[in-house]
């Protein structure tokens, strides 16, 4: 009972700061232009929280579900040799694709509108897949409401049933979730999906703990 109303709670604010929020922003020293449609990355906590554990090899390759403005995407490409950043989103995609090319990083990151892992080719594959996924009980109305509501986590059946085909050889998935949204139920769904997990970073905020997983194929799914 409690974490619904938290998530009525958080809702009601994310809507309030989507429409009365500065839609051009500085976070961690990189300027993002956004609009009332795209997640802002300077007033959710995950966006930075994310960012600042994202741990990119020179030479790897980067998939970013769900990019949003284009901060994980614009934090990996720091290191990565290419980024491929997708959202169901049309305003992300645009705003994700200027906030690249302000940043001077076309040459590396290619930004595509689709649902989930469906712009890629069969054969791509990726080191790391980054996932900040919709975590709120609702139904979507809206665009901007893709990037809030997965209803009875159906998404997160459909990414860890997918993402398997996409993910290189010791290649791992980086998910980021929250204490509202029964994170232990996600797991289930990764567990039973093939998945193994190990908690990387948790921040714990007056109502709400965030946690930041890295997720591995088990063996027998990678044979």
Partial sequence: ???????????????????????NVRVSGINYRISEDVFNPKYYYTSAFMAGHLEIAPGDEVLDIGTGSGIQAITAAEKAVKVVAVDINPAAVRFA?????????EDIVSVYEGDLFSPLCPEDRFDIIIFTPPYLEGTSKTDFDRALFDNNKELAWRFFSEAKNHLKPDGYIQMVYSSIAKPGEVLRISY????????????????????????????????
Avoid: C
């Avoid at 009601?12 to 839609?23: A, L, N, S, T, V």
């Avoid at 694709?97 to 990083?105: F, H, I, S, T």
């Fill in 1 to 23: 009972m409690l974490d619904n109303l938290k998530q009525v709670l958080g809702v009601w604010f994310i809507r309030k700061i989507q429409k009365y929020g500065p839609h």
């Fill in 97 to 105: 694709r200027e906030n690249v090319r302000l940043n001077g990083l």
């Fill in 192 to 223: 039973e999906s093939g998945w193994r997990y190990t908690l990387i970073a948790r921040r714990k905020l007056l109502f709400e703990e965030f946690f930041i997983y890295r997720l591995t194929l088990d063996r027998k799914e990678q044979s």
